[in-house]
T-cell receptor, first 116, second 115 residues
């Protein structure tokens, strides 16, 4: 099956610094990837849709200058949390869409971000 | 408004008992339907999915789900629960609007299994 990886799996950073999270499709090319955020004991909320070679589409209420998304290749999308603050601490999960058949998405294992 | 609802926030069952987790959706046309499981601090694991065809879907770990169009439901079932099934379960839908690209998750049901 399609495999999606994320790196790092967890990161701790100081308030005010920026953190980059990578999402890779390992055995398929993904023109579209998605970024989700999950607060403790809550569900996953879609943050943005990342399209290869074009600007990401952000969901309402998500600050695009805060959460920079780059989808520079067909196998890699990155999410950069800029000037991170403690309220950005969360579990970030990416998914990649297989561009055939039912457009199924495969999810990465997630990245736990803790901002001190 | 389009939505996916998991009415049970928390369910407790005895090991060996049967399980049913409820999921209802509100979409004009039939969406794609999924069930995921998430253990604490872990990512999502796909249990099963429904795109079309047979309305009874078999998944991994002995789970199954039945799509009922008339009830707009996709309930997850397991005949005999094991202690290792304790986790959070999410129902998710991919809306036909926009080509099934966006996946919306329910609020989740936390399953506790008691000996």
């Amino acid at each position: 099956g399609a495999v999606v990886s994320q790196h790092p799996s967890w990161v701790i950073c100081k308030s005010g610094t920026s953190v980059k999270i990578e999402c890779r499709s390992l055995d398929f090319q993904a023109t579209t990837m998605f970024w989700y955020r999950q607060f403790p004991k809550q569900s996953l909320m879609l943050m943005a849709t990342s399209n290869e070679g074009s600007k990401a589409t952000y969901e309402q209420g998500v600050e695009k200058d805060k959460f920079l998304i780059n989808h520079a290749s067909l196998t890699l999308s990155t999410l950069t949390v800029t000037s991170a603050h403690p309220e950005d601490s969360s579990f970030y999960i990416c998914s990649a869409r297989v561009p055939t058949g039912y457009n199924e998405q495969f999810f990465g294992p997630g990245t736990r971000l803790t901002v001190l | 408004a389009q939505s996916v609802t998991q009415p049970d926030i928390h369910i407790t069952v005895s090991e060996g008992a049967s399980l049913e987790l409820r999921c209802n959706y509100s979409y004009g046309a039939t969406p794609y339907l999924f069930w995921y499981v998430q253990s604490p601090g872990q990512g999502l694991q796909l249990l099963l999915k429904y795109f079309s065809g047979d309305t009874l879907v078999q998944g991994i770990k002995g789970f199954e789900a039945e799509f009922k169009r008339s009830q707009s439901s996709f309930n997850l079932r397991k005949p005999s629960v094991h202690w290792s099934d304790a986790a959070e379960y999410f129902c998710a839908v991919a809306s036909p609007l926009g080509g099934y690209q966006k996946v919306t998750f329910g609020t989740g049901t936390k399953l506790q299994v008691i000996p």
